[in-house]
Each structure stands twice: as structure tokens, then as C-alpha cells.
């Protein structure tokens, strides 16, 4: 058998050799480690910062800010966010009689309304609320609105939106005319789903999308030019188009806007959500009267109690029976990875939903007034 020897100098390079390689394994490890560090840094600073741990909120915004009291200069405006019971909120308000601002005001069976002046009036023979003859669903309608001096005037007791961003900005509200903002969430992957199952039957909608009929729901997912919005909570909160990109970088400023001006509401609890919104409701229009509480009451048990309705009362329903799409199948995931920001949202909301019960409460200084049913 033939041995090998190695020279000094053959000895002294694997030596060199074995110690770079050492030290490259070593770096690498190093950098992983770091890396793996700043990314955890980054997601406990993007997604978990609490409530409790917040600077206080700027005063001098056009959004009243939560920790204040509602005042008799503000204007309530509800966020609908598609699928997340903004039509359950109409159905409330207009059974407790208030003054609504939406898109109703712009239908064509109401073009005699359509002059420079505001107009208040009932929108049918019967009806025990009142509307106003502009539209706040879209840029064009609020820019109007804004020259009729709709948020000046105090005219509307609530006004809804489905791009919160855009109505802050350009409907009219101001240091003197803040606005209030109320809205309600639902889990970004069931509204998702739910809007799928919709648009597929509702012909009387903007967006009806009859060929979805012909798409499996893993197919409707991944498709790219006719399939689901991506991360729509956060587009809209951070005020960018349809095509421009959202990203992580976008979370902070969303999350400050969500913390420190608007009352977010559960549809997954949705009878204690709406039960912050009329304390703000009765805040802003006098609403400790008893007489005010009884009808807050009647009208939350007339939607979410059918079993105790009386005969006469009839309430249009917009549910729609579907299937459902279950977490960890292919559809939920692709559905998860489009729309990841929102997801990571949606879980910081769920915190603030439990986090601002107290703060909401304090807006009575009369116990009996938090304990109230609804």
C-alpha cells in the first residue's frame, strides 16, 4: 500500500483552506440569524403594536379623534366595506328614522332633486328615514357634495362610503366639521368568498359578473385579470388606485389611521359593534333620551332578532346562501397569499374591536347608558 505525504507547504494551504471555509459557514450562519431577527422586528413592528402602547392621536385632523368625546359639530361616516354588513347598517339607521347620505339621493327616479341646493326628503311614500340628493360612493358625486356644503351644513346624521380615503379628502370635513368614522370588518377571505358567490346572481349590481358561473372557486382565485381584488382594506385606507402596488411599508400609516380615528366594528360580533355605533349615534344627536334607547332597541331586534318581530314588520334580507370555502384548502390558500396585508390587518382590527370598548363606553358618563341592550 502507497501512503501520501503532504510538504510543509501542501499542510500550511489545507490549513488555510479549512479555516476560510470555516469562517464562510460561520458568516453565513451569522447574516441568517440577523436576517431571521430583523424580519421578526419588522412583523412585531408592522403587525402587533397595541393600542395601549400609541402616541396620543392628532386633534387637528379631519377625523374626530377615538379618545374624544363625539361632539354635536361631527359627522358620522361609515366605511362600507362590500360583503362586511354595510347594507345591515343602512337597514338600522333607516328604521331609527335618520337622515342618510349614500348614492340613493342620485338614482334617476329622483332627478327632480338634482339642483345646487341640498335637499332632504323621504325617498318613498312610506319610508321612516329621509335622504339627500347626492352620492358619496363615488369621487365625482363627493366633490358635489362638497360644493353643496354637505359636511358644513350638518345636514346628514350618517353618511356612507365605500372609499374612506377619497370622502376624508374631499367631501368637506375640516378642523371645525370633523368627521366620525365608523366601520364594520369581516375575515378579508370571507368577504372574498361571499363576493364571489354574490356578484355571480346579483344582475341589479354595478359589478355583476355572470361568467363567474362558469368558474371552479380555485380557478376564480388564481385568476389574475378576472378573479378577486388583492389587499383591498389597505389600498383603500392608504388612498391608492386600483393599479398601484400596496406593499409592507404601507402598514404603518393604515394602522395609525385605524387606531387613532376610526371605530372599528366585528361582523363576527356584530350586535356589540353596532351597539358602540348608537353610542356614538345618540352622542352626536342628543341621543340620552329614553325614548332614543327604545328605538335603537326596537330596530337592533327587528334585524337580528326575526323571532320577535311582530307580523306586521317585514325586513328585506341580502343574505346569500354559498357554499364555503375552508381554511387550508387550495382556494384559501391562494386566497391568503393575495391578499396577505389585509389578513395581517384583519388581526390587528380583532385587537383594537376589544381594545376600544372601553374608550366607546366612556363617551357616556351615565352608567345606565352602557348597559343599555343595544
Not at 155 to 171: G, K, P, Q
Amino acid at each position: 500500500m502507497k501512503y501520501f505525504t503532504l510538504s510543509k507547504q501542501q499542510h500550511r494551504s489545507l490549513v488555510i483552506v479549512s479555516l476560510l471555509s470555516v469562517l464562510t459557514v460561520l458568516q453565513y450562519l451569522f447574516t441568517k440569524s440577523v436576517h431571521v431577527h430583523i424580519q421578526e422586528e419588522v412583523h412585531r413592528t408592522l403587525f402587533l403594536q397595541p393600542l395601549s402602547s400609541s402616541a396620543p392621536c392628532d386633534s387637528n385632523y379631519r377625523l374626530r379623534c377615538i379618545y374624544d368625546s363625539p361632539e354635536k359639530s361631527d359627522t358620522v361616516l361609515f366605511w362600507h366595506v362590500p360583503k362586511s354588513g354595510g347594507t345591515t347598517a343602512k337597514r338600522i339607521y333607516q328604521c331609527m328614522g335618520k337622515t342618510i347620505a349614500d348614492k340613493l339621493g342620485s338614482w334617476p327616479q329622483f332627478q327632480h332633486h338634482k339642483t345646487k341646493e341640498l335637499k332632504v326628503f323621504k325617498p318613498f311614500p312610506h319610508s321612516t328615514y329621509k335622504t339627500i340628493n347626492v352620492d358619496t360612493t363615488n369621487l365625482s358625486g363627493m366633490l358635489r357634495a362638497k360644493e353643496m356644503g354637505l359636511i358644513s351644513s350638518h345636514t346628514a346624521d350618517i353618511i356612507f362610503t365605500h372609499d374612506i380615503s377619497a370622502a376624508v379628502r374631499h367631501l368637506g370635513f375640516d378642523t371645525s366639521n370633523q368627521g366620525r368614522a365608523l366601520a364594520l370588518f369581516r375575515d378579508p377571505i370571507e368577504r372574498l368568498v361571499s363576493k364571489f358567490y354574490y356578484l355571480r346572481v346579483a344582475s341589479w349590481e354595478r359589478g355583476y359578473r355572470p361568467h363567474w358561473n362558469n368558474m371552479t372557486g380555485l380557478q376564480w382565485a388564481e385568476s389574475e385579470k378576472s378573479g378577486p381584488e388583492s389587499n383591498y382594506m389597505v389600498q383603500k385606507l392608504s388612498g391608492k388606485g386600483w393599479d398601484d402596488p400596496v406593499t409592507e411599508n404601507d402598514l404603518p400609516k393604515v394602522k395609525q389611521m385605524l387606531r387613532d380615528h376610526i371605530i372599528v366594528g366585528l361582523l363576527s360580533d356584530v350586535e356589540e359593534s353596532f351597539r358602540r355605533f348608537n353610542i356614538v349615534m345618540g352622542g352626536l344627536t342628543g341621543g340620552k333620551k329614553k325614548r332614543d334607547n327604545r328605538l335603537a332597541s326596537r330596530c337592533m331586534k327587528k334585524v337580528f332578532h326575526p323571532e320577535e318581530r311582530s307580523i306586521n314588520e317585514v325586513v328585506e334580507e341580502n343574505k346569500n346562501v354559498h357554499d364555503s370555502i375552508l381554511p387550508g384548502s387550495p382556494e384559501w390558500r391562494v386566497l391568503a397569499r393575495k391578499n396577505h396585508l389585509d389578513v395581517h390587518l384583519y388581526s390587528y382590527i380583532e385587537t383594537l374591536f376589544y381594545e376600544q370598548k372601553d374608550i366607546v363606553d366612556s363617551y357616556y358618563n351615565e352608567p345606565k347608558l352602557l348597559t343599555m341592550p343595544y
